[in-house]
Nanobody
Framework: QLQLVESGGGLVQPGGSLRLSCVASGFTSRYHVIGWFRQAPGKEREGVSCVTSIDGITDYADSVKGRFTISRDNAKNTVYLQMNSLKPEDTAVYYC?????????????????WGQGTQVTVSS
């Protein structure tokens, strides 16, 4: 089994920044890709970004390109999502997920393990 725990969410003003962390434990050698997803009330889950564990290939949703940066620290089994220039429409519960095979993809059905989520609220 693989466990994922997110942290770093909170309340921030528009234009502000947050850094989310996703720590993996358990059979950490099993995951090939970590993805970040978000879900706002009444909306479908959206794939925000993903990164491969071995070669660091990344992908971003158009809505966050240039503002969000995903990175990994394999020694700490941790993936980060640096979020800058936050907007009210970024408000959502953010989840990290692990994919045990395949490539970087922002499709939630491809992922096998999920964290419990962390709330991000962007408001003045």
């Amino acid at each position: 089994q693989l466990q994922l725990v997110e942290s770093g969410g909170g309340l921030v003003q528009p234009g502000g920044s947050l850094r989310l962390s996703c720590v993996a434990s358990g059979f950490t050698s099993r995951y090939h890709v970590i993805g970040w997803f978000r879900q706002a009330p009444g909306k479908e889950r959206e794939g925000v970004s993903c990164v491969t564990s071995i070669d660091g290939i990344t992908d971003y949703a158009d809505s966050v390109k240039g503002r969000f940066t995903i990175s990994r620290d394999n020694a700490k089994n941790t993936v980060y999502l640096q979020m800058n220039s936050l907007k009210p429409e970024d408000t959502a519960v953010y989840y990290c997920a692990a994919r045990t095979q395949g490539s970087c993809a922002r499709v939630s059905d491809f992922y096998d393990y999920w964290g419990q989520g962390t709330q991000v609220t962007v408001s003045s």
